[in-house]
């Protein structure tokens, strides 16, 4: 067996033995079908394939139509450019062995999907339950119908496909829908650190043309070097193909859009792109091979490029896609030229390690001109290691497994792979890092910013909800106070999250969308009403949640679904719950319990600190206090100092609660400290015109 076919087989094994151990956990799983879906779409977000993906398994009929969908991906309404959209149509067979997927299978769910296309434009989605979040989706397909131009059906199966490599487009209501066809092979491929290479056959979309170049000469044998220009035309058509995945290793790609560098190369491409060269810096680039001929005239030029990543000037290459796609500046792109230095890696296919450790540091020296922190190179940054080398090292209170933390993708897999070279040792393994002990990145940042009662960031999506926990981070990011206790709190965060996740699931009947949502919304007003007070010892004792905590979950599930879906009022609830006004509203809701969870609440050390279920006003009072990052009480601190008119006691009290903050809030406010300080943050937010409660979004 070949490399390359030893590789997909061992991608297969582990992907099927990861969604059947998953599927079959425990009451209230997941079906393998919706495992499958949320394996895929993960791998979709992490490589840029789509952004912000939701989960939806759903399917009926229409008429005499069937439909069926498994996710979708839509930009924000807030959104400049809402002329694409993606949806996920899955295929999943579940044998452990990969086998051949018929033609007509994969045409058939492709069909499906385009049924549900069709339908939602001509503005069916009435027809589906209501409370569904198809039907949520449905309505905005129809109310962006003038203004989409694609929808792209990410076609994913668990299956290979042998003749069948892609499905034609079809025309859809004046819309293209196109396929884009996923099969076991392309997703073990995608799953590499070095991701599906992007492949651009230049002189097919630049005239017959390569890029004109000159080599550099260079002793080391790591790398290829070449100064070449490339026509901003080149760069749209590649920036359209491929998105955010060209911007994969660029560690400015999730900087923000409307910064002064975007709007002065806005400026220069409408007003003078023949000037677009010599005013911008160019692009650096990086690549896995090129081909190189001379033409006509004798010169260099480029016709080929592998494994292509835009490592600095992301925003000049945005910005050029964004003047033609959405500006309409279709001729003054025409005359803009761009200068780049492209890096060919010459390291070994199996050193994927020096690979992107090169990469990395291309990119960050490149960058090195403007504000990027070393904390915008997230993988390998010092919390995530230090958190890595504790998974290795701290026991469960079985004595017999550990916690597996994943800080890159795929980890996981490899060193099962490498390390389980026999029967023998694969159980060995699997005995001591057990898959249900598996934590992602994303994962972690999931569970730790739901019961930081930010429910309407965890619904942004695994990325974006990444950034704003790695904000909430600060410098802990690069100088990690972690120990062994801090380890088991965290971890027992991710414990909390996935009991309440099987809680809800187990409640389908009665909670028919949204249940992601629900959880992180559930999670956080569990936080909210205990002020983040919760025993996280005994869940780790225990490895599990208490049965009461659970009792209430179940109690609390129905009305506060009820309030995600009610409070929407007719929006897109996926969407609404994105919102911090969903979150406001779900914190003024006065839930209550007839049990005791004050033995629940830890003993942290705060002899004032409220424990069990807080009054609602009271909660409100601790939660805008604990909501603060580290910088925010920094700067209310610095207010606090100069402003007239503060009793001294209440400076002491801010002064103390920015000690807790300083200390992961080891110990939580009592009641009169949060009333006394979240006066001073409301002053300082209305006074300051500063977003005091909520942390900056990323």
């Not at 959880?519 to 049965?547: C, H």
Request: hydrophobic residues 40%; aromatic residues 8%.
């Amino acid at each position: 067996m070949s490399d390359s076919r030893l590789q997909v087989a061992e991608f297969a094994l582990s992907l099927f033995e990861e969604i059947r151990e998953r599927a079959t956990d425990r009451a209230g799983s997941p079906s393998e079908t919706e495992c499958f879906t949320e394996t895929v779409l993960a791998m979709f977000e992490e490589a840029g394939v789509v952004e912000e993906p939701v989960q939806c398994v759903r399917s009926g009929r229409l008429g005499r139509l069937s439909w069926e969908i498994a996710g979708w991906s839509f930009p924000a309404s807030g959104e400049e450019d809402l002329s694409e959209g993606a949806i996920l149509a899955v295929h999943y067979i579940g044998n452990i062995d990969s086998e051949v997927v018929g033609a007509e299978d994969l045409r058939r769910q492709f069909e499906l999907a385009v049924n549900y296309i069709a339908a939602m434009l001509a503005g069916r989605s009435g027809e589906i339950a209501n409370a569904s979040d198809a039907a949520d989706l449905g309505r905005t397909i129809f109310e962006r119908r003038s203004r989409l131009r694609k929808i792209v059906v990410h076609l994913a199966t668990d299956g290979l496909t042998q003749r069948l490599k892609e499905i034609g487009s079809e025309t859809v209501g004046g819309i293209e829908v196109a396929c884009s066809i996923w099969d076991i092979e392309r997703l073990s491929r995608l799953s590499d650190p070095k991701q599906e290479e992007i492949d651009v056959d230049i002189p097919a979309i630049n005239e017959g043309k390569g890029l004109p170049c000159l080599q550099v000469p260079e002793d080391d044998p790591a790398y290829e070097a070449y100064l070449c220009v490339i026509p901003g035309t080149v760069l749209y058509q590649v920036y359209e193909q491929y998105g955010q995945r060209l911007l994969e290793l660029n560690v400015r790609a999730f900087l923000s859009a409307a910064g002064k560098v975007n709007k002065g190369i806005r400026d220069t491409i409408r007003v003078q792109p023949d000037r677009f060269f010599a005013y911008n810096n160019g692009l650096a680039l990086t690549a896995r091979r090129v081909e190189v001929r001379q033409n006509e005239i004798g010169q260099s030029e480029i016709v080929r490029i592998v494994g292509l990543q835009v490592v600095n000037g992301g925003q000049t290459t945005a910005s050029l896609h964004r003047a033609w796609k959405v500006d309409g500046a279709q001729a003054e792109v025409r005359k803009v030229h761009v200068q780049g230095k492209l890096t060919v890696i010459t390291t070994a296919d199996d050193d994927s390690d020096g690979f992107v450790d090169l990469v990395r540091s291309i990119s960050k020296y490149a960058n090195s001109q403007n504000s990027v922190k070393d904390d915008d190179l997230e993988a390998n940054q010092p919390w995530h290691v230090a958190f890595e080398k504790l998974s290795r090292s701290v026991w469960a209170p079985d004595a017999q497994s550990q916690w597996f933390y994943e800080r890159s993708r795929g980890a996981y897999a490899t060193t099962k792979l490498r390390t389980a070279s026999t029967r023998a040792r694969k159980l060995e393994f699997e005995r001591r890092w057990p898959r249900a002990q598996l934590i992602t990145k994303t994962d972690l940042a999931k569970c730790w910013n739901a019961w930081a009662q930010r429910p309407e960031v965890v619904s942004l999506g695994g990325q974006k909800n990444f950034k704003q926990f790695m904000a909430s981070l600060d410098d802990q990011v690069r100088h990690p106070r972690l120990d062994d206790a801090e380890f088991k709190r965290t971890v027992s965060r991710v414990i909390l999250f996935r009991d309440i996740t099987r809680v809800i699931n187990q409640l389908k009947d009665r909670i028919p969308a949204y249940r992601a949502n629900l959880v992180a919304y559930m999670v956080s007003y569990l936080s909210f009403r205990m002020t983040g007070n919760i025993d996280f010892d005994r869940i780790w004792e225990k490895q599990a949640v208490p049965e009461s905590v659970k009792e209430v979950v179940r109690g609390w599930a129905e009305p506060l679904y009820q309030q995600l879906t009610g409070s929407a009022e007719g929006r897109n609830v996926t969407e609404w719950c994105k919102k911090p006004e969903c979150w406001t509203g779900v914190r003024s809701l006065d839930l209550r319990t007839d049990l005791d969870l004050s033995t629940f609440s830890a003993k942290n050390g705060s002899a004032f600190a409220p424990t069990g279920l807080v009054d609602v006003d009271d909660a409100t009072a601790i939660s805008e206090c604990m909501r603060l990052t580290v910088p925010q009480w920094e700067r209310l601190m610095a207010w606090v100092m100069r402003a007239d008119g503060i009793h001294p006691t209440s400076r002491g009290v801010a002064s103390t609660l920015r000690l807790y903050a300083l200390d992961n809030w080891a110990r939580t406010p009592s009641v009169k400290q949060a009333r006394s300080a979240a006066k001073l943050i409301r002053r300082w937010s209305a006074e300051a015109g500063t977003a005091g409660q909520v942390p900056p979004a990323i």
